[in-house]
Nanobody, 120 residues
Framework: QVVLVESGGGSVQAGGSLRLSCAAS????????MGWFRQAPGKEREFVAR????????NYADSVKGRFTISRDNVKNTVYLQMDSLKPDDTAVYLC?????????????WGQGTQVTVSS
């Protein structure tokens, strides 16, 4: 059973920083590409960042490029999202997701999410 648990969310003022963590269990993390997504009230879930199974390739949404950094530690079975220069528009529930490397386009397991609130 694959379980993902996000942590590290909270409330910060614009310009502040947070680091989110996604702890994975029930899997060998190196077998999975990992992604971060976010969803604000009344809006569709949107892609934020992804990292391939060995951390060789990363990709970011244009809205967060240059401000967010995704990383992973396959030994600790943990994925991170460092968020700097936060803006009020970054306010959302942030979720991590796992895609088995043989089905890279399909995120089959999702965490429950952690709330990030950025005030003006």
């Amino acid at each position: 059973q694959v379980v993902l648990v996000e942590s590290g969310g909270g409330s910060v003022q614009a310009g502040g920083s947070l680091r989110l963590s996604c702890a994975a269990s029930g899997l060998t993390l190196s077998n999975y590409h990992m992604g971060w997504f976010r969803q604000a009230p009344g809006k569709e879930r949107e892609f934020v960042a992804r990292i391939t199974r060995y951390g060789i390739s990363v990709n970011y949404a244009d809205s967060v490029k240059g401000r967010f950094t995704i990383s992973r530690d396959n030994v600790k079975n943990t994925v991170y999202l460092q968020m700097d220069s936060l803006k009020p528009d970054d306010t959302a529930v942030y979720l991590c997701a796992a895609a088995y490397y043989a089905r890279a386009e399909q995120y089959t397991t999702w965490g429950q999410g952690t709330q990030v609130t950025v005030s003006s």
